[in-house]
T-cell receptor
Framework: KQEVTQIPAALSVPEGENLVLNCSFT??????LQWFRQDPGKGLTSLLL?????REQTSGRLNASLDKSSGRSTLYIAASQPGDSATYLCAVNTIQGAQKLVFGQGTRLTINP | SQTIHQWPATLVQPVGSPLSLECTVEGTSNPNLYWYRQAAGRGLQLLFYSVGIGQISSEVPQNLSASRPQDRQFILSSKKLLLSDSGFYLCAWSVRRTYPLTDTQYFGPGTRLTVL
């Protein structure tokens, strides 16, 4: 059974810092990995999707890497801003077609002005 | 552009009452559709997914059911709610592709359900 773990559970940093969020998964036979952002009381916003054949994806100040063999992914946020404060969720896809995602518990990020 | 709607946004129901949550997607055809639940202190859990009209797959045994009466409509139901059904319910959709076989999932705004 696939299990996804995110460390740390919460992180608080001053504005402007670069930071890394971690995600690990137990079964390396994945098809892709997604990073999402969730603001309090809101739905999820997709940030980045990395296919199993890819090593990384970039979008603006965000960079996600994937090491499938070791079961790890990182989300790098450059020059953090207060607007980046949210919960960040990592999810892996366990089956083709219907894309059944298995989520981690998330990292609650607070950027202090 | 594609949009996904969920209603109601919030709901407070007594134990034993029925439930119907609705999700609709606009701007796309033949999407894969999903229902998730996010309970307090727990991660997101996939409840149901659908690859077509009338095709529903259940991920966890529970007193909930799902239906897809139209291509872009997904309904989550219960005949009798339990306290443990409280949570944040999220609907999502993804494009069904042949290659790559998997794609990004897009989530709706969610429904906050409180069972008293």
């Amino acid at each position: 059974k696939q299990e996804v773990t995110q460390i740390p559970a919460a992180l608080s940093v001053p504005e402007g810092e670069n930071l890394v969020l971690n995600c690990s998964f137990t079964d390396s036979a994945i098809y892709n990995l997604q990073w999402f952002r969730q603001d309090p009381g809101k739905g999820l916003t997709s940030l980045l999707l990395i296919q199993s054949s890819q090593r990384e994806q970039t979008s603006g100040r965000l960079n996600a890497s994937l090491d499938k063999s070791s079961g790890r992914s990182t989300l790098y946020i450059a020059a953090s801003q207060p607007g980046d404060s949210a919960t960040y969720l990592c999810a892996v896809n366990t089956i083709q077609g219907a894309q059944k995602l298995v989520f981690g518990q998330g990292t609650r990020l607070t950027i202090n002005p | 552009s594609q949009t996904i709607h969920q209603w109601p946004a919030t709901l407070v129901q007594p134990v034993g009452s029925p439930l119907s949550l609705e999700c609709t997607v606009e701007g796309t055809s033949n999407p894969n559709l999903y229902w998730y639940r996010q309970a307090a202190g727990r991660g997101l859990q996939l409840l149901f997914y659908s690859v077509g009209i009338g095709q529903i797959s259940s991920e966890v045994p529970q007193n909930l059911s799902a239906s897809r009466p139209q291509d872009r409509q997904f309904i989550l139901s219960s005949k009798k709610l339990l306290l443990s059904d409280s949570g944040f319910y999220l609907c999502a959709w993804s494009v069904r592709r042949t290659y790559p076989l998997t794609d990004t999932q897009y989530f709706g705004p969610g429904t906050r359900l409180t069972v008293l």
